[in-house]
C-alpha cells in the first residue's frame, strides 16, 4: 500500500547551536513508512540558518523547493534557488546556509544506510 502525506503533518526535529543554527528537519519516508532504500527528508533553514560543515560516507541527492541556497562543497561555494538540484558524493565535506530573506527549504534523499 502506497504512504502518502502532507509536509504538516510531521512533526521537525530543530537543530540550533554553535555548529547549527535555525534548522528544522522533517522525515517524510523513511524506513518507518516502508522505505527500504532510501529516506527522503525536508530541510527548513531560517533566515541566516546552517547547516554543520561535515561528511559522511554516503551521497545524497538535494532538491530546492523555496528560498535561495548556498551550498559549500569540498571548499567551491554554489548558489542554488528555488528548482535548483545537487549531487553531494560519499566524504564530500559540505554545508547548506540560507542565503536570502525569509526560510528556505530543501529536499535530500540518502540512503537508509545515513539513518534519518
Known amino acids: 500500500m502506497a504512504y502518502v502525506g502532507k509536509e504538516r503533518e510531521v512533526q521537525p526535529v530543530i537543530y540550533d547551536g554553535d ?4 534548522v528544522e ?3 517524510l519516508i523513511g524506513p518507518k513508512h ?4 532510501y529516506v527522503m527528508r525536508l530541510f527548513t533553514l531560517q533566515e541566516g ?4 560543515k561535515h561528511s559522511h560516507p554516503w551521497e545524497h541527492e538535494v532538491y530546492v523547493v ?16 528555488q ?7 560519499a ?11 525569509g526560510s528556505a527549504k530543501f ?9 534519518e
Open 19 to 22: 555548529e547549527v543554527k535555525g
Open 25 to 27: 528537519k522533517r522525515v
Open 34 to 37: 516502508g522505505a527500504g532504500n
Open 49 to 52: 540558518g546552517y547547516t554543520p
Open 66 to 81: 523555496e528560498g535561495e541556497l548556498e551550498l559549500e562543497a569540498s571548499g567551491e561555494i554554489h548558489r542554488l534557488s
Open 83 to 89: 528548482g535548483s538540484f545537487a549531487f553531494v558524493k
Open 91 to 101: 566524504n564530500e565535506e559540505h554545508q547548506f546556509r540560507n542565503a536570502g530573506s
Open 107 to 115: 529536499i535530500c534523499v540518502i540512503p537508509t544506510s545515513g539513518g
